[in-house]
């Protein structure tokens, strides 16, 4: 089975910068999709961004402008650029990567952001 490694969260001040990264822990084939997800206490796991194989890229609309997805196909490893951030950003990020057969959820990296 597959693992997802999660780094980069941290606690950063409102206004700040932070770069999310998720590695598989081998090489996996057939990624139609990678995105990041967050979850805040009391509320749903929701979207943060995502792309899709061809590069199509898809933002929540509260972080549009200021998190930038990335990906490096060769090593199927996804990055998330957040800028600006702010204190309802903070959260629980979870990495996901999904092909035609599997649906893979990494541990989650917290991220704090102070006001």
């Known amino acids: 089975q597959v693992q997802l490694v999660e780094s980069g969260g941290g606690v950063v001040q409102a206004g700040g910068s932070l770069r999310l990264s998720c590695a598989p822990s081998r090489t996996i084939f057939s990624v139609r999709a990678m995105g990041w997800y967050r979850q805040a206490p009391g509320n749903q796991r929701e979207l943060v961004a995502a792309?899709?194989?061809?590069?199509?890229?898809n933002y929540a609309d509260s972080v549009k402008g200021r998190f930038t997805i990335s990906r490096d196909n060769g090593k199927n490893t996804v990055y998330l650029q957040m800028n600006s951030l702010k204190p309802e950003d903070t959260a629980v990020y979870y990495c996901n990567v999904r092909g035609s057969t599997y649906n893979v959820w990494g541990q989650g990296t917290q991220v704090t952001v102070s006001s």
């Open positions: 792309i899709a194989i061809g590069g199509t890229t």
